[in-house]
């Protein structure tokens, strides 16, 4: 594997773990909240791996954390003027460039390179990370079902 490709590969990775990240808090906060229900308001155990389902769900429904090449690359020119739009040339073979365009992937690729060594973590994901709305739409439902059956009537 050549240094474009490992070049590539990482910055696919910060990306995959920055669209992932808001899922993991919220897995993290509903189990929290879900212990809290099954312990004091004796809410069925069940009910947490209902929304760790639900979450699993809207993570293979998220697109976000599994940019294309091609999108990514698109990404990322548009997050980083100093890749000059000229980031998809990391994503062709060297032999199909012309003279040119090699001296100008050598450059994103030093460009690339820079910005991942830099020791921010910020940079690359999604410019605005989606918020896991999709499993959002099933909590309330559950809360309710659970406070009404099972808190209310066990006495």
Known sequence: MDKRQLTLNAVRR??????LRPYLWL???????????IFVFDWP??????WLGIIVVAILLDR????????LCRQL???????????QLLSQQKTNLSPLQQ???????????QLLESGDRSPFGPKTPQCPDKCFWCLPGTIVICTERFSLHRG
């Open 14 to 19: 910060r990306w995959q773990l920055a669209a």
């Open 27 to 37: 897995a993290t906060g509903l189990s929290l909240l879900a212990g809290l229900g």
């Open 45 to 50: 155990q069940w009910l947490l791996l209902a």
């Open 77 to 87: 020119d548009g997050q980083y003027p100093q890749l000059q739009d000229s980031s």
């Open 103 to 113: 001296l100008q992937r050598a450059r994103i690729e030093t460009a690339l390179q």
């Open 64 to 71: 976000s954390w599994r940019p294309s090449p091609e999108s």
